[in-house]
């Protein structure tokens, strides 16, 4: 079996550090690590920030899919669906493939797999839930211009 390189398994690049604001890259890596909560945190702090209208929104749509694993870790699976909604209905909004680098039909997918569940039932605390893949944010190579 072939090993991965460090820049196959690192979710961005030199490149991306220098273009993008550190808060943006620092939620990658606390995201990646399963932090939740302070990858919102992270995003948070951006989007208060000087951040322009569509990274704010892009923002927002980040930090709500990141709460909804937060509220599923500390069991709360009707909250869970909300912010996943709401993040979906942003990034809808956002109405691009990719934004800061980021493959957003990719990540959608991967959110998909991992929340789609909670919309099976009418209120899902009614489910056990399921084992999941977690989402993996990985940029792509390209340096995208962003509000």
Known sequence: MRQMTDSERSAYTAAHVAAYPIEYIAGIDLY????????HDAWEDRWRDDAGPREKLFL??????????????????????????????????????QFMSLDLVDYQAQLDGALAWLLTVPD???????QVELPIIKLLAEIMDYD
Do not use: C, D, W
């Open 124 to 130: 899902p605390r009614e489910l056990t839930p399921p």
């Open 60 to 97: 927002q749509a980040m930090i709500q899919s990141a709460v909804a694993f937060h509220h599923l870790e500390i069991g709360r699976p009707g909250a869970a669906r909300r912010m996943y909604q709401m993040a979906k209905e942003k990034f809808a909004r956002l109405g691009v493939p």
């Open 32 to 39: 990646n690590a399963g932090e939740f909560h302070a990858a």
